[in-house]
């Protein structure tokens, strides 16, 4: 199926309202619509490292409505001279449509971080004339003459996974990169609809108020998503699997802004939340490492016992395992590889909760094997703990970390 230009203005027209596009974006697009969709910029993505997951989300967008096919809308509506893995052209051709788009107005869309370490070259975004273009080469050439630089996803809005520790490439940001002011769209990954609604307002040549981290404010920080919960009057959990909030298991939702829960995710059907998930903080800058762990371990399934009684002949319900004999066999924190090993020995089933006993701060929690071993590493602990605490059961045990 052709969808042109015209097509694609159309869906942004009748999808304004759910979009939630400013009557200043609708009434441009509408003047582009009546003008055949001629005259707007072209776009030009470039993928840095990243998983392809921002993409495979904006494909997902309209597979329940016309216009249907994603590749067909993006290569022929919103004139998207490039794009890595949408595009048909493949090779000179492909980077001869990115030369001709840049040379008159576009926009500069980057999903993915910027690999610094071997100046760039754990990431080739294409070759020209045998010689390697790097990512960190093409996103600083091209978006010193874009018209706007939209990050698309976590990784090129604030580094994202691939630069969370230990970062062997040494990741940044686009707007680390460049020193520029970037139009942020964080989200591991991000909604599609973020994304339309951005490159459409921009293609309108509307600029979107951004606030402290550059994101659209309209988009993602009018509320957190704990303050919009459907959840928040519920009462905590502490089992998955209950439709009460997630705070005591690790949700991130009152450090985050994003509208997922109104939104809903795959055209409208749930969300993290709603999947009884935590939020984990996506679209925040500090993700993942300052959102880690994602799960905090408030309860041992060694107390768990059935909330129905046993049908008449069953077995009876095992008591839990005493926690008995939990020690510490070795704290050690190994300077070159920086990393803290907690290992010893508990009763075997129980989850065991290693923590910095100064802070408190959670370091890890394993389970206990069946011999009654257990062992937790924690790399890169900041503070290394003086002594590490190791909780199961309701006891606790400390050790002296020796540093080697
Ligand atoms: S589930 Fe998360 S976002 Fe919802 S009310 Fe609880 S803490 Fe807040
Ligand atoms: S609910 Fe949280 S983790 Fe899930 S997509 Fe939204 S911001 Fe990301």
Request: glycine share 10%.
């Amino acid at each position: 199926m052709h969808i042109d230009r015209r097509a694609f203005l159309k869906y942004c027209l009748g999808s304004a309202a759910a979009l939630g596009f400013p009557l200043s974006v609708v009434s441009r697009l509408e003047e582009a619509y009546a003008a055949g969709g001629t005259g707007l910029p072209q776009v030009v993505w470039l993928n840095g490292a990243n998983c392809t997951g921002c993409t495979v989300s904006l494909a997902n967008l309209i597979s329940a409505q016309k216009p249907t096919d994603i590749a067909d809308l993006l290569l022929n509506t919103i004139d998207l001279a490039f794009h890595p893995n949408l595009m048909g052209a493949a090779g000179d051709l492909a980077v001869q449509s990115l030369q001709t788009a840049t040379q008159g107005d576009f926009v500069l869309v980057v999903d993915g971080g910027i690999p610094m370490a071997f100046d760039g070259h754990t990431c080739i975004v294409w070759s020209e004339n045998g010689r390697e273009i790097t990512a960190k080469e093409a996103v600083l050439d091209l978006a010193a003459q874009s018209m706007a630089t939209v990050c698309v996803g976590t990784c090129a809005s604030f580094g994202g996974i691939p630069a969370g520790n230990p970062n062997p490439t040494q990741i940044v940001s686009v707007g680390q990169l460049t020193g520029q002011r970037t139009i942020n769209i964080p989200g591991c990954p991000p909604h599609p609809d973020w994304i339309v609604w951005t490159i459409a307002t921009l293609l309108a040549g509307v600029n979107p108020s951004l606030d402290e981290r550059n994101r659209p404010v309209q988009l993602f920080t009018e509320e957190t998503i704990h303050k919009r919960c459907p959840r928040k009057e519920s009462g905590e959990t502490k089992l998955f699997g209950q439709s009460r909030c997630l705070k005591a298991l690790g949700c991130k939702g009152p450090r985050t802004s994003a509208d997922c829960g109104q939104r809903k995710w795959n055209n409208g059907t749930n969300w993290c939340i709603g999947a009884n998930a935590v939020c984990l903080g996506c679209t925040e800058y500090g993700f993942p490492d300052a959102f880690s762990p994602f799960y905090k371990v408030e309860y041992s399934y060694q107390n768990y016992s059935k909330p129905t009684p046993e049908p008449p002949g069953a077995e009876p319900t095992p008591s839990p395992t005493p926690a008995v004999g939990l020690r510490i066999s070795k704290a050690e924190y190994n300077r070159e590889r920086r990393e803290l090993r907690v290992e010893g020995v508990g009763p075997a089933g129980a989850i065991v909760k290693i923590l910095d006993d100064g802070t408190r701060v959670l370091l890890g929690a394993v389970s206990v094997d069946r011999e009654g071993k257990w062992r937790s590493i924690t790399r890169d602990p900041r503070p290394v703990p003086t002594r590490a605490r190791a909780e199961c059961n309701g006891r606790a045990t400390t050790a002296v970390v020796i540093r080697k």
